[in-house]
């Protein structure tokens, strides 16, 4: 059986969009999972193996410039997603992301209290924690808790923590502090302390 | 919350050997990487599906090499996107065997494209949901 007799329209001649290539990718493993063939769970656990490889690198670089360029963290903060596509970042599901800044005074943190909401132009794919009812009513109900228990993050007292919720028209992210000692870093040095779970806000950058 | 650190890297590990034989990246002991979570979605469903026994490996193998082919054998292909090739090369098996046919196909992936993204949480909420004081 040759490929023009048996299978689907020949992808190589067919320029597709991207939106299409996903939406033919997700249909591919419905019908798997409709016809008793396969789990969602079982797609997951390989899926979870490299997670941390998609994605999350891009919002780092796009925190390492707001530390270095006052005026491009400005305009990060008041549009998220206007900042993002400067550096040519945003597609699918990230055309509102609103990014909250962490301060002295204020740690913010962001869950999806409904489904699995997230920013995954600049983070990439939600790890599955996400997207476990326990962290989501959790960290809604006593987050400071939750990020010393969970997550080995104190916030001190003095620190009011902000929980932001993403939805399906806004998906925020986290701006975290840039760590002590990182003076006179370049960018690129700065993107590598940049870590997914402090963009999250379930934890801190990593010191150099 | 957090994963067991030592079965990931096995499982890691696992996967890892199988796509040692496979054109394109991870390869050779080169990084696997994506850019696209939809790559990452197409790479596990043919992981799984292969560990489902839906297919031999080396099956997919072959259609993976020949999607690669036939995308350079023709001038007027797409940009190149090896995840593109390899969703080509898990449709090809995976009808091959009978599992699927390309209109089913068509037709699903139409019907996702038809569908709001999501349809359970439209509503966008400017205050935090939360907050815990200073104190």
């Not at chain 2, 090499?65 to 390899?86: H, N, V």
Request: hydrophobic share 35%; charged share 25%; glycine share 8%.
């Amino acid at each position: 059986m040759t490929k023009s007799e048996t299978s689907p329209s020949p992808t190589a001649t067919v320029p597709r969009s991207e939106a299409e290539i996903a939406a033919r990718v997700k249909a591919l493993e419905s019908i798997l999972i409709e016809k008793g063939l396969m789990t969602t769970e079982a797609v997951d656990r390989f899926a979870e193996i490299y997670e941390n490889e998609v994605g999350p690198q891009l919002g780092a670089g796009v925190v390492a410039k707001a530390w270095t360029d006052p005026d491009f963290k400005a305009r990060l903060i008041e549009d998220g997603t206007k900042a993002c596509a400067e550096m040519g970042i945003g597609g699918l599901q990230g055309e509102d992301m609103v990014v909250v800044e962490n301060t002295d005074t204020v740690h913010n943190v962001i869950v999806c209290t409904l489904c699995s909401c997230y920013p995954w132009p600049t983070l990439g794919l939600p790890p599955n924690w996400y997207k476990q009812p326990a962290y989501r009513s959790r960290m809604v109900r006593e987050p400071r808790t939750v990020l010393r228990e969970s997550f080995d993050l104190d916030v001190p007292d003095s620190v009011e923590i902000r929980v932001w919720d993403s939805s399906s028209e806004m998906r925020y992210w986290v701006l975290p502090q840039r760590p002590a000692g990182t003076d006179g870093m370049s960018e690129k040095e700065l993107a590598a302390l940049v870590t997914r779970d402090s963009m999250i806000g379930v934890g801190r950058p990593k010191s150099p | 919350m957090r994963t067991g650190t030592t079965e990931l890297g096995d499982a890691r590990r696992r996967v890892e050997q199988l796509i040692t034989e496979l054109p394109g990246p991870g390869g050779d002991g080169e990084q696997l990487s994506f850019t696209e979570p939809w790559e990452l979605r197409a790479f596990s469903v043919a992981v799984a599906a292969y560990h489902r026994g839906l297919y031999d490996w080396s099956e997919f193998q072959l259609a993976l090499i020949g999607a690669i082919r036939r995308w350079e054998g023709d001038p007027e292909s797409a940009p190149w996107s090896y995840y593109e090739r390899w969703l080509e090369a898990l449709e090809t098996v995976l009808s091959g065997t009978g599992v699927l046919t390309g209109t089913e196909l068509d037709g699903h992936a139409a019907a996702v494209l038809a569908k709001p993204r999501t349809t359970d949480h439209h509503q966008a909420r400017r205050e935090p949901v939360a907050v815990d004081p200073a104190r």
